[in-house]
């Protein structure tokens, strides 16, 4: 690593304690741009890095709620505002017992550069807070939801912040915050994106993920003179971005074999086909249940407390969290003939499992292109939203198809290296681009 970057991650070392997961987003961006940067003086002179770690605005809140039972709960609840250079602050709210400031800050720094990659005007931002949705009944997350909201509100609007959903935040939280706001504004507007098809919502949003690290993967292969075609994939997670991938997967040819969850994982060798998958979408989107339940009705393999890695694929979706890949996981892929990896979560390989990847010169596209899909549409539900009509699911499916094509045009036009593409340099320097000129054009603010 060069001296630069050496001395600018200290500084952001040292200003940012205990934010370890920030530090490593942070530092993979300062890898890919800081070269960029040496090139191009002008971004040096008016620091646009050194602004662009810092967010515009961090808001962390109290959120009691009374439970079940009777008894008081205190959460906390976090919004990072990370960078309006493009557009409105955009992105989710994930609501899970680990989230933290640093946590929070890695996924807001992360979407900068993901929404600039979309090709649409969306700045940056992340939220949620440490209560855990497991084992809550509907009425207690809907009371937390509430008490979330009547803090929210002030912060967020349809030209300031819109928020959506992540980890733990799907169409039932979406609902019950946009009630609460609604409630709070007197007003019915385009402020959370994921919304319900009858009040708001795109088609293809719930979808979006999954369909576009999908179609990020077909444009790898296309590039290489592949297909999906007869492909076996590893998936991991068993939540939106998971099943939305085997369903994609699935109909283009591939074989999905593996899901997971905190607990586990499955090994399905036959594949999950269209009438499993409708199983999993009950399981997990309805009852709330455990992946292991898979197991037990198509009796296959439960592998409790490991990962998918070991099992042997042509392709990998991490589509489950944060550094869910490990080097020696990401070694024992590479061993086991596995020549693509499409990131359906965010920063789900370590650092030392990225070098693997690039030194084993495979397809690897990283979180921030290759889950775009989502956020894309969210910027399309935005734009219905302003317009106040609806699209058809082919005209949005033709959309974010089409956006996927230029996030990877992107990621060759600024990381071709030989006769191959880094795409976590193309994904970087193209994300980068877009949101510093802005900030040059828009002066020191
Ligand atoms: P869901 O809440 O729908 O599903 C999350 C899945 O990941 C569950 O199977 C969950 O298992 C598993 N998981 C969560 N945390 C952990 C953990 N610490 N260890 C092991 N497994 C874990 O979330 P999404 O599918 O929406 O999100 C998955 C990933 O995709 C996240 O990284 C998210 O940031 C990213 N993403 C999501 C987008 C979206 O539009 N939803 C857009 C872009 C990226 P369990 O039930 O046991 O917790
Ligand atoms: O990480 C992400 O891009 C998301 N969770 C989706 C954000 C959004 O605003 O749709």
Redesign the pocket.
Same mark, same amino acid.
């Given at each position: 690593m060069s001296n630069d970057i050496v001395s600018f991650m200290e500084k952001v070392r040292a200003k940012n304690p205990a934010e370890k997961e920030f530090h490593q987003a942070v530092e993979e961006v300062a890898e890919s741009v800081m070269p960029y940067i040496r090139q191009n003086p002008r971004y040096q002179k008016a620091r646009v890095l050194e602004r662009m770690v810092e967010p515009e605005r961090v808001i962390l809140f109290r959120v009691p709620w009374v439970d079940d039972s009777g008894e008081v709960q205190v959460n906390r609840g976090f919004r990072i505002e990370m960078s309006s250079a493009i557009g409105p602050y955009k992105g989710?709210l994930?609501?899970?017992p680990?989230v933290n400031l640093g946590i929070l800050k890695f /996924?807001a720094f992360e979407q900068v550069f993901?929404n600039s990659l979309t090709t649409l005007p969306m700045g940056g931002g992340k939220g949620g807070s440490d209560f855990d949705p497991?084992g809550k009944s509907d009425n207690e997350v809907m009371r937390f939801c509430q008490s979330f909201m009547s803090e929210l509100f002030r912060h967020i609007g349809p030209n300031t912040d819109v928020p959506?959903?992540?980890?733990?935040?799907?169409a039932r939280e979406i609902g019950f915050l946009f009630g609460q706001y609604k409630k709070l504004r007197n007003e019915f507007t385009g402020v959370l994106t994921?919304k319900g098809l009858n009040w708001g919502g795109s088609l293809i949003? &719930?979808e979006?993920?999954?369909y576009? $690290?999908t179609y990020m993967a077909q444009e790898m292969l296309q590039l290489k003179g592949e297909a999906m075609e007869g492909k076996v994939c590893a998936v991991?997670?068993?939540?939106?971005? $998971?099943?939305y991938t085997v369903e994609k997967v699935t109909k283009l040819g591939g074989k999905c074999v593996t /899901?997971?969850?905190?607990?586990g994982s499955i090994y399905d060798p036959g594949g999950i086909d269209a009438e499993k998958l409708a199983f999993v979408f009950e399981l997990?989107?309805v009852k709330?249940g455990?992946?292991k339940e898979y197991a037990d009705k198509f009796k296959c393999e439960y592998r409790e407390g490991k990962?998918p890695w070991d099992i042997k694929c042509d392709c990998a979706f &991490?589509? $489950?969290?944060?550094n869910?890949i490990s080097a020696e996981d990401a070694k024992t892929l590479v061993k086991n003939g596995c020549t693509l990896i499409s990131e359906? +979560?965010?920063? &789900?390989t370590e650092p030392a499992g990225i070098e693997v990847f690039l030194e084993n010169k495979i397809l690897y596209a990283p979180?921030k292109a290759a889950? +775009?899909?989502?956020?894309a549409?969210?910027g399309l539900e935005m734009a219905q939203n302003g317009m106040h009509l609806n699209w058809s699911r082919e005209e949005v499916d033709q959309r974010l198809q089409g956006i996927m094509k230029s996030i990877h045009e992107t990621c060759v036009e600024y990381g071709k290296d030989g006769d191959s593409v880094n795409y976590v340099n193309g994904a970087n320097i193209g994300g980068f681009v877009k949101v510093a000129d802005a900030m040059l054009d828009q002066g020191i603010v």
């Open positions: 989710g994930r609501f899970h680990s /996924l993901k497991k959506a959903g992540d980890i733990g935040v799907g994921g949003r &719930p979006a993920t999954g576009g $690290a991991s997670g068993s939540g939106n971005v $998971a099943q /899901l997971s969850d905190s607990s997990k989107n709330r455990r992946i990962r &991490p589509s $489950a969290t944060q869910e359906g +979560a965010n920063m &789900p979180g889950n +775009a899909g989502g956020v549409v969210s």
